[in-house]
């Protein structure tokens, strides 16, 4: 059981260019999110799917976008990388019910912008 | 909004010594609370987590966490710790809603022998 998969795991960008990251979940769960993880700031939330075909914006949503025109898919996507936008992201995802809770993450991307 | 603040950025422990790791939150509405753990270049695993009942949650690993409403805190404890042990530890907060997380800081403990 795969769980979330997150790809590419590495990737190395100079400056301007884009690339879209893809998160992959085999649980069909409703909701998807991904965070930004950087040292000593914990997990930051860019974005979120409540459904298919639904995205909104969490706490630093800028220079970010996202789309989840599938269920199990939702990619997060940079148009014009800078280097602040180096860091590790991590695509989750849960269920809608509220008596459960948990979060499942992928394993993480690693982005190094040049 | 919620918010989550980790009082400790790093603890250092030897091998079979008790740790605590602290863990306050601020909310304008009830929230379910959890622990997360992060292992050198994985992801995030649920430890345990808080929903409603008895405030003592047991998780795996022998680790347990103690829900205090009144002092707004979620502090975790280990008895006795392993060199596996050696991780990053979140705490996290969501709404009874739909659950919008919120994580604190993170907590680095390193476990030596």
């Known amino acids: 059981n795969a769980g979330v998969t997150q790809t590419p795991k590495f990737r190395v960008l100079k400056t301007g260019q884009s690339m879209t990251l893809l998160c992959a979940q085999d649980?069909?769960?409703?909701?998807m999110y991904w965070y930004r993880q950087d040292p000593g700031m914990g997990l930051r939330l860019i974005h979120y799917?409540?459904?298919?075909?639904?995205?909104a914006k969490g706490e630093v949503p800028d220079g970010y976008n996202v789309s989840r025109l599938k269920k199990q898919n939702f990619l997060l996507g940079l148009e014009s990388a800078a280097p602040s936008q180096t860091s590790v992201y991590f695509c989750a995802s849960r269920t809608s019910e509220t008596n459960t809770g948990e979060l499942f993450f992928g394993e993480g991307s690693r982005l190094t912008v040049l | 909004a919620q918010s989550v603040t980790q009082l400790d950025s790093q603890v250092p422990v030897f091998e079979e010594a008790p740790v605590e790791l602290r863990c306050n939150y601020s909310s304008s509405v009830s929230v379910y609370l959890f622990w997360y753990v992060q292992y050198p270049n994985q992801g995030l695993q649920l430890l345990l987590k808080?929903?409603?009942?008895?405030?003592l949650v047991k998780g795996i690993n022998g680790f347990e966490a103690e829900f205090n409403k009144s002092q707004t805190s979620f502090h975790l404890r280990e008895p006795s710790v392993h060199i596996s042990d050696t991780a990053e530890y979140f705490c996290?907060?969501?709404?009874?809603?739909?659950?919008?997380?919120?994580f604190g800081a993170g907590t680095q403990v390193v476990v030596t022998p």
């Open positions: 996290a907060v969501s709404d009874l809603s739909w659950g919008k997380f919120q």
């Open positions: 808080y929903l409603s009942g008895s405030t």
């Open positions: 649980m069909n769960h409703e909701y």
């Open positions: 799917s409540v459904g298919e075909g639904t995205t």
